[in-house]
């Protein structure tokens, strides 16, 4: 069947009762969460996550995908009412959007919001179904060695995009490959770092990791650091958005063009993420701009520039996902182990499976119809959805802490998780308090096993030597990129301190 056959079927199945109710309440739950300061849509895919364990993965995957989506986008509100931003991908926003807010009012901020949303949404979508089966191809013809090399990849350029300390990502890394490494060793079938406790021999499951990391380590932290602001004043400001008009988003086509092609390409980059892509675009625009010097000022290409960036760059996450089974963000981190829990590797085989291949192309109908969805509930239900901030902190933290042990605990039933929850969380707070970044753990918890499995064969077909990696044209290409990705920042920061002691001598 050709593509547009098989995004048709995608599409009916995702007007099917079950599906079309988990895309509407992941679109509901994404907006929710995003405009509430310290959650964000990653911790609303994490928290959902445990309750996808007992669905099929059709509407697991389209309930976790419309949270992430929508979530990209919901955070704007907060960003441009209030001058609060809902993610971090969302501060750009506050440079032009929130001073043509107070100058204009908020509808007109919030129309460029939305329809810079569609766009970037729209466009980068159809890049990835349209990549899609060229990327499974290329895939198919992966070897050990350049399966390796592309993991590996992707974790050196999550290491050096984590944040400004080199070593504490390092070490984040490590302690997430460690515990990719705790159970039964797949290729000797002996068993690791269990200590004799039986619960360790199955190894350690993702939704603890993922859970404990971002929910209750997020709630720990806010907690050491007396967070119980009362926003219920904000919650009840009347609010509405003006669409611009098609001569006025015309002008635009510039910072359109530039911000769709950079946000879908840095998607692909994995752990570049969408706050570093919604930053680059701001940047590029300031730097190329036809109205470069304006910026600041309350224009539209500063909102236009940076929500196309961070909106389109979700569709590009998801492809390295989904054709590789190499997660680009943290959010589809989690949606990757949604695969998991439910037995699906995700790769080059998902699209060659005519029973998957419905499943992908559901996802990717489901994006489509997620950029509509959102749009509209943004349009037409702001006054509700914005209400969300009437919540007091204390509440909020309340409710996030039984979802994640309930979650967890439906999951197999088990009280060993919800402890493991415990630890995890722990374990995120002090991450958060000393500034180790987060994202490196949970990428080498869920990339370790596949990256040890394809390290082990390339081992014993190349009788032990790692040169094995350099033979192929591909993974030496890759091998080589991952050690710049490593030393680029080491060579700036250095080049940088260089430069200030000269200024300073």
């Given at each position: 069947m050709d593509l547009l056959t098989n995004l048709a079927i995608g599409f009916a199945h995702v007007f099917q009762p079950e599906d079309f109710l988990m895309l509407v309440i992941g679109i509901l739950v994404g907006m929710a969460v995003s405009i509430m300061p310290g959650l964000g849509f990653v911790m609303g895919v994490v928290l959902a996550l445990p309750f996808t364990y007992h669905m099929g993965i059709e509407p697991s995957?389209?309930?976790?995908?419309?949270?992430?989506?929508?979530?990209?986008?919901?955070?704007?509100?907060?960003?441009?009412?209030?001058?609060?931003?809902?993610?971090?991908?969302?501060?750009?926003?506050?440079?032009?959007?929130?001073?043509?807010?107070?100058?204009?009012?908020?509808?007109?901020?919030?129309?460029?919001?939305?329809?810079?949303?569609?766009?970037?949404?729209?466009?980068?979508?159809?890049?990835?179904?349209?990549?899609?089966?060229?990327?499974?191809?290329?895939?198919?013809?992966?070897?050990?060695?350049?399966?390796?090399?592309?993991?590996?990849?992707?974790?050196?350029?999550?290491?050096?995009?984590?944040?400004?300390?080199?070593?504490?990502?390092?070490?984040?890394?490590?302690?997430?490959?460690?515990?990719?490494?705790?159970?039964?060793?797949?290729?000797?079938?002996?068993?690791?770092?269990?200590?004799?406790?039986?619960?360790?021999?199955?190894?350690?499951?993702?939704?603890?990791?993922?859970?404990?990391?971002?929910?209750?380590?997020?709630?720990?932290?806010?907690?050491?650091?007396?967070?119980?602001?009362?926003?219920?004043?904000?919650?009840?400001?009347?609010?509405?958005?003006?669409?611009?008009?098609?001569?006025?988003?015309?002008?635009?086509?510039?910072?359109?063009?530039?911000?769709?092609?950079?946000?879908?390409?840095?998607?692909?980059?994995?752990?570049?993420?969408?706050?570093?892509?919604?930053?680059?675009?701001?940047?590029?625009?300031?730097?190329?701009?036809?109205?470069?010097?304006?910026?600041?000022?309350?224009?539209?290409?500063?909102?236009?520039?940076?929500?196309?960036?961070?909106?389109?760059?979700?569709?590009?996450?998801?492809?390295?996902?989904?054709?590789?089974?190499?997660?680009?963000?943290?959010?589809?981190?989690?949606?990757?182990?949604?695969?998991?829990?439910?037995?699906?590797?995700?790769?080059?085989?998902?699209l060659e499976d005519p029973a998957m291949s419905v499943v992908v192309y559901s996802i990717f109908a489901s994006m489509f119809v997620s950029i509509v969805g959102m749009c509209l509930i943004g349009f037409f239900w702001i006054r509700i959805v914005v209400k969300v901030l009437s919540l007091p902190q204390s509440v909020l933290n309340m409710v996030v802490v039984l979802f994640c042990l309930v979650g967890a605990y439906a999951a197999r039933n088990s009280l060993e998780d919800t402890w493991m929850i415990v630890v995890f969380g722990a374990l995120g707070y002090l991450f958060e308090k000393y500034d180790f970044p987060i994202a490196p753990l949970v990428l080498g918890a869920i990339l370790g096993p596949i990256g040890e499995q394809n390290f082990m064969r390339s081992m014993i077909v190349g009788h032990g030597n790692v040169a094995v990696f350099f033979h192929e044209p591909l993974s030496a290409a890759l091998m080589i990129l991952s050690f710049i990705s490593v030393l680029y920042p080491l060579i700036k920061n250095n080049l940088a301190l260089f430069r200030r002691r000269t200024a300073a001598g």
């Open positions: 995957i389209i309930l976790l995908t419309a949270i992430y989506f929508s979530g990209t986008y919901g955070g704007a509100f907060t960003t441009l009412l209030y001058r609060i931003p809902g993610e971090p991908s969302d501060v750009p926003l506050l440079w032009d959007g929130y001073v043509m807010a107070k100058r204009d009012g908020a509808a007109k901020p919030l129309g460029w919001a939305l329809v810079a949303a569609f766009i970037g949404g729209l466009v980068s979508s159809v890049v990835m179904v349209a990549l899609a089966g060229p990327l499974t191809d290329v895939a198919l013809k992966f070897s050990s060695e350049d399966y390796f090399a592309a993991i590996f990849f992707g974790l050196t350029t999550v290491v050096s995009l984590a944040g400004d300390s080199l070593i504490n990502a390092v070490i984040s890394l490590c302690i997430g490959l460690l515990v990719a490494t705790v159970g039964v060793d797949s290729t000797y079938g002996t068993a690791r770092f269990t200590f004799g406790v039986p619960m360790l021999r199955d190894g350690i499951e993702l939704v603890p990791i993922l859970v404990g990391m971002y929910g209750l380590g997020e709630v720990f932290k806010r907690l050491g650091q007396g967070l119980t602001l009362d926003r219920g004043d904000a919650a009840g400001a009347k609010v509405k958005t003006y669409l611009p008009r098609l001569r006025e988003i015309f002008r635009m086509k510039g910072a359109i063009v530039r911000s769709s092609v950079i946000g879908t390409l840095l998607g692909i980059v994995p752990g570049a993420g969408a706050t570093i892509t919604s930053f680059i675009c701001y940047g590029t625009e300031k730097q190329y701009g036809k109205r470069r010097h304006l910026l600041g000022t309350g224009v539209p290409e500063g909102i236009v520039a940076p929500q196309i960036g961070s909106t389109a760059s979700v569709a590009g996450h998801m492809m390295p996902m989904l054709t590789l089974g190499i997660p680009g963000s943290a959010s589809t981190a989690v949606i990757l182990a949604a695969f998991l829990l439910h037995g699906v590797q995700p790769g080059p085989m998902l």
